[in-house]
């Protein structure tokens, strides 16, 4: 395997880890406000949502085709997607009433499978917090206007004395996409040097899988702008960085939902294509009894 796999690889396996287990709790967003939440009961875990009839699977290395054909047929299960990059992540298809969590365990007692689990949903992390006040919070240079407290911020204008950020700063913002038809956002958006195909020129909609992408929730929009909305243009707000290139994957649908299978892709592209940041501002879907 390739350095370029193998680091691609860790980070999807990291990521992954990230996307299970520390989704416990509030994820890192791009913004100047602090929550915490309680941590989640096992029982609560188990119940996390999942696409009905699908689970992700990855065999070990040196497994063969016939070996993978065979280990799904003895479960029942069938291969809907090979998941695009270099993650090794294959999507599988149920038959009607297998149960997932189920067949997950069935499939890690086999040897030659590594990792195994639901396409667990995940969805938007909500950037407006209900504090009545919040819109008088001046988090990246507070001078106590409106009745804030002076000096209380992230020292943004300091960080301005050093640098205002560079279109060479790849920044990936795994979302419900971008609107780059906005004025804070339209030179701040991220070129493909070396498009496919598919004519991925700003990144990829792994939700519609298109190279058109349109922001229908106002999600990643949202978050592009905290991140890198044009600075000292005469319009609107300035992001922490004022020029950057953002690259929009978009892998929540019109709802703020999507899933694992696609941020995996989502998260493969971007290290790919030479993101050195990614935004991940999601929490997990709300339980529901299965």
Sequence with gaps: MSSSSSRSAALISLSLSYILVVLLFTPFVVSARTL???????????QAPYRDGEILVRFRDGVSARDKETILATH??????QLEGDSGFEKLELPAGKDAKAAVVQLL???????????????????????????????????GQNGG?????????????????AASTVIAVIDSGIDFTHPDLANNQWTNTKPSTKVDLHGWDFV????EIIDEQGHGTAVAGIIA?????????????????????????NTGTGDVANAVQ???????????????????VANRSR
Excluded at 36 to 46: C, F, R
Excluded at 76 to 81: A, T
Excluded at 110 to 135: G, R, W
Excluded at 229 to 253: F, H, K, P, Q, Y
């Design 36 to 46: 915490s939440k309680p941590a989640v009961s096992t029982q609560e875990q188990s």
């Design 76 to 81: 029942g299960v069938r291969r809907k997607q």
């Design 266 to 284: 989502a998260i493969d592209y971007a290290v790919t294509h030479g993101a050195q940041v990614i935004n991940l501002s999601w929490v997990r």
């Design 149 to 165: 407290q002076f000096g209380s911020d992230i020292k943004a204008s300091a960080a301005w004395d050093k640098t205002t950020g």
């Design 109 to 143: 007692l086999n040897p030659q499978v590594q990792f195994a689990e639901p396409n667990f949903l995940i969805s938007k992390e909500d950037l407006t917090p209900n504090d009545p006040q919040f819109n008088q919070q001046w988090a990246l240079q507070n001078t």
């Design 229 to 253: 909305a044009e600075g000292n243009n005469s319009v609107g707000i300035t992001g922490v960085m004022w020029r950057a290139s953002l690259m929009s994957l978009r892998v929540l649908d």
């Design 208 to 211: 519609n899988n298109s190279a």
